[in-house]
């Protein structure tokens, strides 16, 4: 079946540190990829996503290339900012059906 | 351009109380609907979701119910609240492009608590 694996948090970072955030899928066929970001009390919103393989997501500094040969959609963004502070999704649809696939989250906080 | 409305945005509520959650969006039509929950510190449980009016999948069996009486319009429902209902629960829509979801947009959730 689909599943989405995401690293554990919380990863805690310095203003201006490079981050990544690791994500891999399972999944047949060719899954669409995304990464969601949720802030504080809010509901979820898309950041980024990639459709075919060897895509690169992009979006308020933050990138996400599609690999299908390691399965993976890896978060990286050079600087971050306190205003990161957030917890972030990975997640993949694939067809046969309308659900999306989310993996566990990961809370990042950026301290000034 | 589309916008999704979720109430109340926050609620306590005693247990053995009924619970209704409305949903509904707007500027799009026969959008793909969904109910998450979010318990505290947790990633999203998917708890419904619909694809068109009447059509509701369930994928947890526990106390809670949905509905879709109208094309924009998902309600969640539960007869008597357990104290494991607590959370923040998120609806969400988004359309299907080639037999699978794309983007979901969500609302901004309701923070249940029941003590």
């Known amino acids: 079946g689909n599943s989405v694996t995401q690293m554990e948090g919380p990863v805690t970072l310095s203003e201006e540190a490079f981050l990544t955030i690791n994500c891999t899928y399972t999944?047949?066929?060719?899954?669409?990829l995304f990464w969601y970001v949720q802030y504080p009390g809010e509901g979820l919103q898309l950041l980024l996503k990639a459709t075919k393989a060897d895509d690169k997501g992009s979006n308020k500094g933050f990138e996400a290339t599609y690999r299908k040969e390691t399965t993976s959609f890896h978060l990286e963004k050079g600087s971050v900012q306190v205003s990161d502070s957030a917890v972030y999704f990975c997640?993949?649809?694939?067809?046969?059906?309308?659900?999306?696939?989310f993996g566990a989250g990961t809370r990042l906080f950026v301290k000034a | 351009s589309q916008t999704i409305h979720q109430w109340p945005a926050t609620l306590v509520q005693p247990v053995g109380s009924p619970l209704s959650l409305e949903c509904t969006v707007e500027g799009t039509s026969n959008p793909n609907l969904y109910w998450y929950r979010q318990a505290a510190g947790r990633g999203l449980q998917l708890l419904f979701y619909s694809v068109g009016i009447g059509q509701i999948s369930s994928e947890v069996p526990q106390n809670l119910s949905a509905s879709r009486p109208q094309d924009r319009q998902f309600i969640l429902s539960s007869k008597k609240l357990l104290l494991s209902d607590s959370g923040f629960y998120l609806c969400?829509?988004?359309?299907?492009?080639?037999?699978?979801?794309?983007?979901?947009?969500f609302g901004p959730g309701t923070r249940l608590t029941v003590l």
């Open positions: 969400a829509w988004g359309l299907g492009t080639f037999g699978r979801a794309d983007t979901q947009y």
């Open positions: 997640a993949l649809t694939n067809t046969g059906g309308f659900k999306t696939i």
């Open positions: 999944a047949t066929g060719y899954p669409s």
